[in-house]
């Protein structure tokens, strides 16, 4: 008889994949300014470090929010004793008014919608349990974040279609990808119970644009199935453009309050727009009172600390507070952006266009010996290894096509990116005048040959350049 | 549209364990507010050494302001999500645990794997130890909340392994047998057992007997040996706490990778609000798991960190379990002796934040019909939640489980007289009406015997 269950015998928590193993290269080998300048620079880590700043001075202009205190009296006591999974009622009204603020307040989230979760890692799941039976599908976009194979796969069972996402249209969302998944999850048998897309996305850092939108609810609205969005980066747009919610469409197409309306669920946190990972704060907001209902008590699993909702509702109900953030947290997100897509140009690597996000989606295929996943595997160890950069590869985030790579950008100082840059440059650089070496190493052989063949006759052109070693 | 675990409603939240606390939710008791409103007794809480903490806080203000040695740690918490946990946090930890064990046993922080509150715990542990279909043997009367935690979502069943007054609800062997075989005829794969150690709702402590059986009956069919400690730190009274990994030492069984401890913070330090549990286990593939899980259900590093820092204080941790050992005992006397002047008496407890309490001579009948119409009429007239023993699974009629460390010693001189009222109230009716056939009796002999008999009387013909 087995001893342990098959979750933990199969490798189905999806942590061997390379994104992960990067990681652990990292760890082993860690960058450090003063301690260690060779060490592995981590641009795998979809982190927010770039307002912590902000933050920090509001929690000395207000001690009572940590220091658990309300009107100068401690409240320790009813805090600790706190664990009702309905979430403290100020925590819920400051989280859905500062969802409505990312929105540009042109939705509202009613906090009785809300159920709060340990991060969204949590809430995902739970979703997951609460809308498919093991066995059952939900269709997804791809590229998407590595960690979904566990959060919605493990323990649930819940079975992922990919909808192919290909670089020719941007990998924008198209009627014909999400009908062929469909499909494909017909012909392995499996029944779809709904869409999950995650928007802005990772790893892209784009928008979901209206037309793809539309098209979602159009599709989930036929099919009869479910469309979870989850907007945890909802805050880190810092393009132009407004960020377009699911909520803002359903409004838009005057589809609140039906029943359509109750297949469409918003997953979100404070881990990437506050860059709060650690407080484990995540949220479900649901139509679905049932959904509503069962998240609620299956979230007994995985709350919030009581006295992490305390501090969080302090500093989000201070609108003051949250509208300069948001501003601010934007505006510096622009810049290191701008940062990384220059330093990548000037190392003649061009990424996908983007707006929002802590990364961008860079096009590194020209720097493959083959169009192949091998080849973007070896492409990866070298960057890993010899050029020290941790960043995701393309099939980590199941990409269809190789080439394509995951580099974040606010996880580190300007300097540290800067240097990033640099050693990615040299790199490259290396690597053409190998390629040219090579080349012409290998016409002077032609050359050769042909000499000696016809001796005297032709003389043999060659560049002088010699190889520079790493 | 949405899945099984949604529409049916095997979350077990219809139990009258939750009912009645909704109906305490409406109408709750209230000193000044509302004085007769219901009392919660259903609550396993430890309101008792609250004080302690506060004063701890007040000394170590930099602790709560995220400061240390007057640096802002708060970027570092903000952005630790390490599944492996706060190491510092771990340690302090272990160390508490040996603590509460005398240091009888020892604590590897590698072996831990942290998660948000025992609920969540106890659920991982399913995941790991059992598939779909598995079943795991639980002595009854066990904690409603099982049914929930153990089985909702991982699919994993619950056999009871029966316990009766008669013994003390001590676990047998034949019990567990019996439990084994009665798993096998409903075709369920056992996977192991599942002990509370202290015992909720029985508020005793495992012996060591009874934990060598377990151990021998349980190393014997290669199953898992889950010990859920949370209660460990709660045990006031002789006999000592023996936790199973000190039986398992003394078996040369210390090692043995089916031994798992599942421990938390929210009985002993009366913190439940900030969600802090482990699983403790010896077997790496177990820990590895469990630690992966644990992304479901992280502690907030806000949290490991105060609790590092609070639980690294020795002097601290030493007078703390000193202490709430001490108001426990006293608040448990206090209840018992207030039952036992109602004429109630309750399962001699050594731990725990409640008392298992015999109501059997207060049932119409020995049925849970009638234990029902007592609790509802408990709840309702006398204004007491308390939590009935067929919530918890009990085999026999008439107990319930009541809690005494969530309330200010006011609080419970008023459930105490409600008690005393209502059993009063209820004796009178009964002794009025035997009053009324000794009457007539008598009336008939002393009209038989005329002159001859003194009607003795009690004066309990006034109306209530």
Request: aromatic letters at 10%; a neutral charge.
């Amino acid at each position: 008889m087995k001893q342990l269950s098959t979750k933990v015998t199969s490798n189905a928590h999806g942590q061997d994949s390379s994104y992960f193993l990067g990681w652990e290269e990292y760890e082993k080998n860690p960058y450090d300014e003063i301690k260690n300048p060779n060490g592995i620079i981590q641009m795998g880590l979809a982190e927010n470090q770039l307002c912590f700043d902000l933050i920090e001075t509001w929690l000395a202009k207000n001690p009572d929010a940590a220091g658990l205190k309300k009107d100068g009296q401690s409240i320790f006591k009813e805090l600790a004793l706190f664990q009702d999974y309905h979430g403290l009622p100020e925590f819920k009204k400051a989280l859905a008014e500062f969802m409505e603020e990312i929105r540009g307040n042109r939705v509202t989230f009613d906090p009785r919608k809300i159920v709060l979760a340990a991060g969204s890692t949590s809430a995902n799941e739970t979703l997951m349990f609460c809308l498919a039976e093991p066995g059952e599908a939900f269709l997804l976009p791809t590229p998407y974040y590595p960690g979904f194979d566990r959060d919605l796969k493990w323990r649930t069972g819940a079975e992922i279609v990919p909808i192919h996402c290909s670089s020719s249209n941007g990998f924008q969302i198209t009627e014909s990808a999400l009908q062929q998944a469909y499909q494909q999850a017909q012909k392995l048998d499996l029944n779809v119970k709904g869409i999950l897309v995650t928007n802005p996305s990772n790893p892209l850092g784009t928008m979901l644009t209206r037309r793809e939108l539309n098209l979602l609810v159009d599709f989930i609205t036929s099919k009869n199935i479910h469309l979870i969005s989850d907007e945890i980066y909802s805050g880190t747009v810092f393009g132009f453009e407004q960020f377009v919610s699911v909520m803002d469409v359903l409004k838009d197409k005057k589809l609140e309050n039906t029943e359509v309306s109750k297949r469409v669920h918003v997953v979100y946190s404070l881990s990437k727009d506050l860059g709060l990972p650690g407080f484990r704060v995540g949220a479900i907001y649901s139509n679905d009172e049932m959904v509503v209902s069962a998240a609620t008590k299956m979230s007994s699993f995985g709350l919030v600390s009581s006295q992490t909702q305390y501090l969080l509702s302090a500093l989000l109900s201070d609108k003051k507070f949250t509208g300069t953030y948001l501003n601010e947290n934007k505006k510096r997100l622009k810049i290191r952006q701008r940062q990384l897509v220059s330093g990548l140009e000037a190392a003649g690597v061009t990424c996908l266009k983007s707006n929002a996000g802590l990364f961008c989606w860079v096009d590194m295929r020209h720097l493959l010996d083959t169009n192949t996943f091998e080849a973007e595997l070896e492409l990866w160890k070298k960057i890993v290894y010899e050029v020290k950069l941790n960043i995701s590869p393309g099939s980590s985030c199941h990409c269809t096509e190789p080439g394509w790579f995951r580099v974040c950008f606010a996880n580190m100082s300007e300097e540290t990116l800067d240097l990033a840059m640099k050693r990615l440059k040299e790199y490259v650089e290396s690597t053409d005048s190998n390629r040219l070496i090579s080349k012409s190493s290998h016409e002077r052989i032609k050359s050769l040959r042909k000499r000696t063949v016809s001796n005297w006759v032709f003389r043999v052109s060659w560049t002088d350049r010699v190889p520079d070693e790493r | 549209m949405l899945s099984s675990k949604v529409i049916n409603e095997s979350h077990g939240q219809d139990s009258s364990y939750f009912l009645g606390w909704q109906e305490y939710e409406k109408n709750p008791f209230h000193e000044t507010l509302n004085p007769s409103g219901i009392v919660q007794m259903g609550l396993a809480e430890n309101q008792l050494s609250f004080d302690l903490i506060e004063s701890w806080l007040d000394d170590h203000p930099e602790v709560l302001g995220l400061k240390k040695n007057e640096e802002s740690v708060f970027k570092h918490l903000a952005l630790f999500q390490d599944y492996h946990g706060l190491p510092a946090f771990k340690d302090a930890m272990a160390k508490f645990m040996e603590k509460i064990r005398g240091s009888k046993v020892k604590f590897n922080a590698n072996k831990m794997v942290l998660t948000a509150g025992s609920t969540s715990a106890n659920e991982t542990l399913m995941f790991c130890l059992a598939n779909p279909g598995d079943a795991f043997l639980i002595p009854a009367p066990y904690y409603p909340g099982f049914d929930r935690d153990l089985k909702w979502r991982t699919g994993v069943e619950i056999v009871p392994i029966h316990c009766v007054s008669s013994n003390g609800y001590k676990i047998t062997k034949e019990a567990l047998e019996d439990a084994y075989e009665r798993a096998h005829k409903l075709n369920l794969n056992v996977k192991g057992v599942l002990i509370t150690n202290p015992s909720n709702p029985l508020g005793t402590s495992t012996t060591r007997g009874e934990l060598d059986l377990l151990l021998t009956f349980t190393s014997a069919k290669k199953i898992h040996m889950v010990s859920d400690e949370i209660y460990s730190g709660t045990v006031f009274d002789s006999p000592e706490f023996t936790s199973v990994l000190e039986v398992a030492k003394d078996k040369n069984m210390d090692l043995d990778e089916k031994i798992h401890v599942v421990y938390s913070l929210s009985k002993d330090l009366g913190l439940p609000g900030f969600r802090v549990g482990l699983i403790y286990s010896n077997n790496e593939k177990v820990v590895s798991a469990a630690t992966k899980m644990s992304s479901f259900g992280l502690i907030s590093s806000q949290t490991q960190h105060l609790l590092a820092n609070l639980l690294s204080d020795e002097r601290f941790t030493t007078k703390y379990l000193e202490v709430n050992r001490k108001r426990l005992r006293e608040r448990r006397d206090r209840l018992v002796s207030g039952l036992k002047k109602a004429g109630i008496g309750c399962l001699k407890s050594n731990g725990g934040l409640f008392c298992w309490v015999d109501l059997r001579h207060l049932l119409k009948s020995n049925t849970f019909e009638a234990e029902h119409s007592l609790w509802t009429k408990i709840v309702c007239e006398v204004g007491l939640n308390i939590s009935p023993g067929s919530s918890c699974h009990s085999d026999e009629p008439g107990w319930f489980r009541v809690c005494f460390a969530n309330m200010s010693d006011q609080t419970l001189g008023v459930a105490m007289d409600r008690v005393h009222g209502f059993v009063e109230a209820m004796v009178m009716n009964t002794n009025h009406g035997k009053q009324k056939r000794t009457m007539w009796d008598s009336r008939r002999r002393s009209l038989i015997n005329k002159w001859v008999s003194k009607l003795s009387s009690v004066q309990c013909e006034s109306e209530r």
